[in-house]
């Protein structure tokens, strides 16, 4: 068994003998471990305290007068108290039942006895670093899934370097009232995001109000956001109370705020920068305290060079921003995903599955997944459906040459056909334009329609 340790794994080595941390350096050196050696117990805590190890090797006596291995019994307590996942491995010429049962009992997880062996101190030091890696690996999603939580459930599902980022900003912003605008490819999670910077928020009591800037007749948009009143154009035969009016005092999440229309643009502005709207129709002014999240899968920077968005409602917008990486990124992910995925689609469905294929999962995790997260959310869903054993009954031959090709079939991913067909609804069936289904997709519009072509889809069907 290859030991469990990388070259950047740190051993911190604590003996007042010079003889003695040079014969270990050189041991744990020759095993591939960095290692830094001190000689006084002030010296191992200004060391923790600079620098992250993956284990300590310390001696227990530092007064050469004594046996009771006082000073390294009270530096064994100081660590623990600071830091619970830390391996610490004891060593004492003074060995005795006694002093080692003291030791275990303050928080040492072996205890060795000088001379020592090196077959034996190796494998101690391999055991408890991969039992401690473990253990902070399970105590740090555990801690954020307890902190990332909405409704009682964990809502974020990552444990990539990609996401790492991501999960540090949500849990720097959440709590606070700053502005939040989320980038990302369609399907990453963007909204997954804003619910949970909302389930943090101390307005996490007050509504949380989604509005959906894509897709809507600028006057029917205008009228969601600010209300309208009773006559304010033919059809207001009622009162309407905006999005942004039932939002007051909670938060507003304004997802595709690209596709906000130019000449609305100053109204939301005049939100941000002093709170105050009209209703359609009226001359009163009204008050609106609201904390904005907005997200977008558009590039706002080559928008406002193309004059489509304003940069000063930009700058408003983007006072904390988040991009969400996509799948491809972050395929250390995907794993986790199919399993909570079909763990939450089972429990639904009335089912028990408790296999996942391994060569099924190499499959999906070297996919490039173009419609991201939504896109194997999808096709779990599916095979849940399908599945009439305790293993999963998921099919993925269109994933051929292990998930690397381009096309994954002549039928294209498994939902970009829903996606475009989603996208042209939402589009009342445009194509080009600023508002159209291709600016949305983020592809030119001769794309959009060879993709169509091949997808057999019709926008003239669609409405």
Do not use: C
Request: aromatic share 4%; charged share 25%.
């Amino acid at each position: 068994m290859m030991p469990p340790h990388t070259a950047r794994t740190r051993i911190l080595v604590a003996d007042d003998q010079p003889d003695i941390r040079e014969a270990l350096r050189l041991l744990l050196k020759g095993e591939g471990f960095e290692t830094e050696t001190v000689a006084s117990p002030a010296a191992v805590l200004a060391a923790l305290e600079a620098r992250e190890f993956d284990a300590l090797l310390m001696d227990l006596n530092y007064a050469r007068d004594t046996t009771s291995g006082h000073e390294g019994l009270d530096l064994l307590s100081n660590i623990r108290a600071k830091d619970s996942t830390l391996p610490i491995i004891v060593m004492t010429a003074w060995g005795s039942l006694e002093l080692a049962v003291e030791a275990m009992r303050r928080g040492a997880k072996d205890f060795m006895q000088k001379p020592w062996e090196n077959a034996r101190l190796l494998a101690i030091l391999r055991t408890q670093i991969e039992l401690s890696q473990a253990l902070r690996k399970s105590q740090r999603l555990e801690a954020e899934n307890r902190l990332l939580r909405a409704d009682g459930r964990p809502v974020m599902i990552a444990e990539s370097a990609a996401m790492r980022p991501v999960m540090d900003l949500i849990a720097r912003v959440g709590p606070s009232d700053a502005n939040v605008l989320i980038t990302g490819d369609h399907g990453t999670g963007k909204e997954v995001v804003a619910r949970t910077l909302y389930a943090l928020s101390p307005r996490s009591g007050r509504p949380l109000v989604t509005v959906n800037a894509g897709g809507l007749p600028e006057g029917v948009f205008e009228s969601e956001l600010f209300g309208h009143e009773r006559g304010a154009f033919t059809g207001a035969v009622t009162q309407k109370i905006g999005r942004l009016e039932l939002a007051d005092q909670g938060t507003l999440f304004l997802d595709e705020v690209g596709d906000i229309p130019l000449e609305l643009q100053p109204k939301l502005l005049r939100v941000l920068q002093d709170g105050e709207f009209e209703r359609l129709g009226s001359t009163r002014t009204k008050k609106a305290d609201v904390r904005l999240v907005a997200a977008t899968n558009r590039d706002l920077d080559r928008m406002i060079e193309d004059r489509q968005f304003r940069s000063d409602l930009y700058y408003r917008l983007n006072v904390f921003p988040i991009r969400v990486p996509p799948l491809r990124e972050r395929p250390e992910d995907i794993p986790l995903l199919v399993r909570y995925f079909s763990q939450k689609y089972a429990r639904r469905m009335e089912k028990r599955i408790e296999n996942i294929p391994a060569a099924v999962m190499r499959k999906l995790t070297h996919w490039h997944w173009p419609g991201n997260i939504r896109e194997l959310q999808n096709l779990v869903e599916r095979a849940v459906i399908l599945t009439h054993s305790s293993t999963l009954a998921i099919s993925v031959p269109e994933l051929g040459n292990n998930g690397t090709g381009s096309s994954p079939s002549k039928n294209g991913s498994f939902d970009e056909q829903d996606r475009i067909v989603r996208i042209l609804k939402e589009t009342n069936g445009h194509v080009g334009g600023v508002n159209g289904a291709a600016a949305r997709l983020g592809l030119k519009r001769t794309t959009l329609l060879t993709r169509m072509k091949k997808l057999g889809i019709d926008p003239r069907k669609i409405s």
